[in-house]
């Protein structure tokens, strides 16, 4: 839950009520004790870690999408130490300005993937059109969707890559 009207607090928010949720259900599961106890006290202090890691942010959104964008880029402050990785669903035939557009609203640096990327904190990288995005050992990889024409999924793509590689820094 990010509170867009608290730009200060945006990250702390962000990571806090994670964090918070895992803790309140380890203090009842401790109760109850059991395996389940140790299982969640492990994926509480994993996230706790997080705090310290340098976290990858992917969002999707539909075409109609970069006004949603703008707001959430701009209520985020510059150096939060996130990597933002946008997807948006692109016409494939029409090029994009969506870096150019986003790059107004906020001070981090906002890069359209063009090759193999290395992700950098609080830097923002955008899909190119008619292409999916992945991510693998902290490198953005850019792919030609297999499908011609109809039914694409870019964002999904990303977010299944995402998890996979950074499982609890996503």
């Known amino acids: ?3 867009l009207h608290h730009a200060d607090k945006a990250r702390a928010d962000f990571l806090g009520v994670a964090v918070g949720e895992h803790e309140k259900r380890v203090g009842r599961l401790a109760c109850a ?4 106890v140790a299982r969640v ?3 509480y202090d994993g ?3 997080c705090r310290a890691a340098h976290l990858v942010v992917g969002i999707g959104a539909s ?3 970069l006004a949603a964008f703008q ?3 701009g209520a985020m402050p510059a150096k939060s130490g996130m990597t933002f990785v946008l997807i948006q669903h692109l016409d494939p035939t029409h090029a994009s300005l969506t870096a150019e557009l986003l790059g107004r609203h906020t001070a981090m640096r906002v890069v359209q993937v063009e090759r193999a990327t290395p992700v950098e904190a609080d830097h923002v990288y955008v899909i190119p ?6 991510i693998g050992g902290d490198v953005l990889r850019l792919s030609v969707p297999g499908e011609r024409r ?3 999924m870019p964002i999904d793509h990303f977010l299944q890559s995402l998890a996979e590689d950074q499982q609890e820094r996503a």
Do not use: N, T
Request: charged letters at 20%; a positive charge.
């Open 1 to 3: 839950h990010i509170r």
């Open 33 to 36: 004790g059991g395996e389940h």
């Open 41 to 43: 006290r492990a994926r």
């Open 47 to 49: 996230l706790a870690s």
């Open 63 to 65: 075409a109609g999408g």
């Open 71 to 73: 707001q959430f880029l």
């Open 129 to 134: 059109p008619h292409r999916y995005l992945s």
């Open 150 to 152: 109809g039914l694409r």
